[in-house]
């Protein structure tokens, strides 16, 4: 075979790490006393997820601390390597709450708007767990419809990664996502998400750009 070299270029970054230690008996407990219910999406067909109605439950509640801490952490690397910012910016998160899928439950195709990044961490995953995340640019590539022999990363719509408990994903917010409906007769799929936003200089007054959150 020739050689040859494929570079990827602007791609988008899927970020991922596991915790550990794990989540203690504690923590899972203080968790599975937080009340969620019903959320009612008419675009998604069948049994849907249940969210917290509590929306901000890394405020103010000790036993999530090391797991906030966890998170924030991670989001440090994020911005450090991928985002890699001239100006110092403090990017919090905003945003928490708690998805409790039940069986035969889904969550459906979304984004998240008003937020620069967007966390999912999984607390308890069912067998073949997979999230799947859609390219932004998927309208333009099949303006050409061309048969594929079988899917890559760069000629399909959406590309799935195993979903396993104690796992992060961080990634920009404009970015669609889902998982596929739950498929486990008896277990709940949960997970934590959350979203982060960022205080200091944007831009340049120079370039007359300049915004100061």
């Not at 991922?16 to 968790?31: F, G, Q, R, Y």
């Not at 911005?79 to 459906?108: A, C, H, M, R």
């Not at 008003?114 to 859609?134: A, M, P, R, T, W």
Request: charged share 20%.
């Amino acid at each position: 075979m020739m050689k040859h070299e494929i570079g990827d270029i602007f791609p988008t970054v899927l970020y991922c790490a596991l915790k550990e230690p794990p989540l203690s008996s504690s923590e899972l407990e203080d968790i599975n006393s937080i009340g969620v219910e019903q959320r009612i999406n008419p675009e998604i067909k069948g049994r849907q997820n249940l969210m917290s109605a509590n929306t901000y439950i890394f405020n103010n509640n000790e036993q999530l601390a090391n797991l906030k801490e966890f998170c924030e952490e991670h989001i440090k690397i994020y911005v450090k390597k991928v985002i890699n910012p001239k100006e110092k910016l403090d990017f919090y998160i905003t945003q928490s709450w708690l998805n409790v899928t039940p069986p035969g439950g889904s969550t459906g195709r979304h984004n998240h708007p008003n937020s620069i990044l967007s966390g999912i961490f999984s607390i308890q995953s069912v067998e073949n767990d997979i999230v799947y995340f859609i390219d932004p640019f998927n309208t333009f590539k099949n303006s050409i419809e061309i048969e594929s022999a079988g899917p890559t990363p760069w000629n399909s719509v959406s590309w799935g990664f195993p979903v396993t408990d104690n796992k992060l994903f961080l990634f920009p917010s404009w970015l669609d996502h889902e998982i596929q409906p739950n498929v486990d007769a008896t277990t709940n799929r949960i997970s934590l998400a959350f979203n982060v936003y960022a205080k200091g200089i944007f831009g340049e007054a120079q370039k007359k750009n300049e915004l100061i959150l």
